[in-house]
């Protein structure tokens, strides 16, 4: 298998000498780089974490202790417009906390995909993403902009 890197938006990047190819081609639903404070509840267990980065179907959740694959998860966050956000997901994947020799660490956390969702809390989801990629597109442009310059 080809060595791949990711780039800032966590898109994988193509070994020396591939083509890359677009997210929305490898990607279904596109992500989207966020930093939302999310209050987490597995059974008994209450937790807070931040998202990094969302999509229609679901989120990274930044954290030093994932939970388990297959856990179910009660998620409550808010969109940058104070609106409030509840919905359940499932735990998908894990990406477990590693320190390294050098210091740093990997980009500890868990997949969560959103499950059971109401026509009103996919609406609100949809809503966010657009709002971050809205964002997201409006500062490359101006980066372009600049560069250009």
Excluded: C
Aim: hydrophobic content about 30%; cysteine-free.
């Amino acid at each position: 298998m080809t060595n791949r890197i990711k780039d800032r938006r966590g898109d994988t990047l193509p070994a020396p000498g591939e083509e890359r190819r677009s997210s929305r081609s490898r990607r279904l639903h596109e992500r989207v780089l966020v930093d939302l404070e999310v209050d987490y509840r597995a059974d008994d267990t209450f937790l807070f974490a931040y998202i990094t980065d969302i999509s229609a179907m679901g989120i990274f959740v930044r954290t030093n202790s994932p939970a388990e694959k297959g856990t179910k998860l009660n998620l409550r966050f808010r969109s940058p417009s104070g609106d409030e956000i509840e919905l359940e997901g499932e735990v998908i994947w894990v990406n477990p906390f590693r320190p390294s020799d050098d210091g740093s660490v990997s980009n500890p956390g868990m997949g969560v995909q959103f499950m059971d969702l109401t026509a009103k809390q996919r609406e609100d989801v949809m809503k966010l993403v657009r709002t971050f990629a809205y964002l997201d597109d409006e500062n490359e442009e101006e980066e372009d902009e600049l560069k250009s310059s």
